[in-house]
Nanobody, 125 residues
Framework: QVQLVESGGGLVQTGGSLRLSCTAR????????MGWFRQAPGKEREFVGG????????YDADSVKGRFTVTRDDAKNTVYLQMNNLKPEDTGVYYC??????????????????WGQGTQVTVSS
C-alpha cells in the first residue's frame, strides 16, 4: 500500500507557474509508476503526466507538452509536477497516483491503484 500526500496548489494568474509535490509513504517505490491527473468541474479525470520510478522515464499529455514537467527525488520519495505558462483551462483539482507496472496504459486512471487527496489549482484570466 502506498499513501500519497500532495501539496503546492493555489491561485495563480495566466502565464504564471506552480510546482506540485507528491510525497509517497511506502516501503519502496520500485516497480511503480507515478502519475498526475486533473479534474475540472463537470469533466472527467484527465491524465497530465507521469514517470516510471525505476528508470525516471517521463510521459506527458499532449495538452501540457512543453509547459509541464514531471520529476522525482529518490531520496525524498517525492514526485513533482512543475507547471509553467499556466492557462485558465489548467484549472482543476490535481491528483497524484501510483500503480504497479502492468499492461494497462499509464495514461488511464485504471492503471493506478493509489491516489492522493487532491490539491486545487486555479488559474485566473
Amino acid at each position: 500500500q502506498v499513501q500519497l500526500v500532495e501539496s503546492g496548489g493555489g491561485l495563480v494568474q495566466t502565464g504564471g507557474s506552480l510546482r506540485l509535490s507528491c510525497t509517497a509513504r511506502a516501503r519502496t517505490l520500485r516497480f511503480q509508476r507515478m502519475g498526475w491527473f486533473r479534474q475540472a468541474p463537470g469533466k472527467e479525470r484527465e491524465f497530465v503526466g507521469g514517470i516510471w520510478w525505476d528508470s525516471g522515464t517521463t510521459y506527458d499529455a499532449d495538452s501540457v507538452k512543453g509547459r509541464f514537467t514531471v520529476t522525482r527525488d529518490d531520496a525524498k520519495n517525492t514526485v513533482y509536477l512543475q507547471m509553467n505558462n499556466l492557462k485558465p483551462e489548467d484549472t482543476g483539482v490535481y491528483y497524484c497516483a501510483s500503480g504497479l507496472k502492468s499492461t494497462l496504459s499509464g495514461l488511464t486512471a485504471r492503471a493506478y491503484s493509489n491516489w492522493g487527496q487532491g490539491t486545487q489549482v486555479t488559474v485566473s484570466s
